[in-house]
């Protein structure tokens, strides 16, 4: 149910793309952290930081896609991925896992979108990948 909402809302906000919007300094705003754990054969997690997310707003990741450019074809991709509904807190926390390819230890570069509500929230940002025991 909660997945079909998120999607339902994220239809609707690429449906008003094209519309201009008023932006404060409260507006919700995303990051991703610059280091991904390699934690299986065929997944990464990416740590995302979600700011000002309005209590009771859904939680998401719309869609991630990141390289390893020193590793042609190395890559990471997760389609949407709801994290539930916002507490309001001012930084919320969002893990993602990817399937990937990723070898740790080497550079990464991505990018997506988070969701808050029915504000989409364009995140880029580049790393190191870590297996799960640091290295």
Do not use: K
Not at 116 to 128: A, D, E, N, R, W
């Amino acid at each position: 149910m909660r997945l079909a909402t998120v999607a339902a809302m994220a239809a609707v906000v690429v449906a008003l793309a094209g519309a201009s919007s008023a932006s404060s300094s409260t507006a919700p705003s995303a990051t991703v952290e610059n280091i991904a754990t390699v934690v299986l054969t065929e997944v990464t997690n990416f740590e995302f930081n979600l700011y000002d997310c309005p209590a009771g707003q859904d939680m998401a990741v719309l869609e991630w896609e990141a390289e390893q450019p020193a590793r042609p074809g190395n890559g990471a991709a997760a389609g949407l991925t709801p994290f539930g509904t916002s507490s309001g807190a001012h930084t919320q926390h969002l893990t993602l896992s990817a399937g990937s390819n990723f070898v740790a230890g080497e550079r990464w570069e991505g990018s997506g979108t988070v969701v808050c509500g029915i504000v989409l929230i364009p995140v880029s940002g580049s790393g190191t990948t870590r297996s799960v025991n640091g290295v």
